[in-house]
């Protein structure tokens, strides 16, 4: 994707998603299509929580474990990935550890759960 970026005021940086340090404070941070294809999806959210700023907002986009959700798992991994699904409840607890309080929720279905989180101290 980076070789891909053609705009040049856009730069592509390559890093550990749980470990990356932007040396910015970011007023949105949106994670879609991401926590499902990581082992650590608490840390993250601890890591976004350190890039943003004290008014910011998260926004969280990630596949349900509910029946259409097997079924997004099973495309995958019949392509060589293996997924994480989420309950809603588990992953709420998972930001709230990291410093995040939830601010709205909603479902797209089939079987996606949005989210918005503001920092917490």
């Not at 910015?24 to 941070?29: D, L, P, V």
């Not at 959210?45 to 349900?64: F, K, M, Q, T, Y």
């Not at 809603?88 to 089939?110: D, F, K, N």
Request: with cysteine; net charge negative; proline share 4%.
């Amino acid at each position: 994707m980076i070789n891909q970026l053609r705009e040049e005021e856009i730069e592509g940086i390559v890093g550990d998603i749980t470990t990356v340090d932007l040396d910015h404070k970011f007023k949105r941070i949106v994670c879609a299509g991401v926590l499902e294809f990581t082992s650590k999806p608490g840390e993250v959210l601890e890591n976004a929580r350190s890039h943003i700023d004290l008014e910011g907002r998260l926004v969280l986009l990630v596949p349900l474990s509910n029946l259409w959700g097997q079924l997004y798992r099973l495309y995958h991994r019949l392509h060589g990935f293996q997924i994480n699904l989420f309950r809603p409840e588990e992953l709420t607890s998972l930001a709230q550890q990291a410093g995040w309080g939830q601010l709205q929720e909603t479902y797209v279905l089939p079987f996606t759960w949005v989210a918005s989180f503001g920092p917490i101290d």
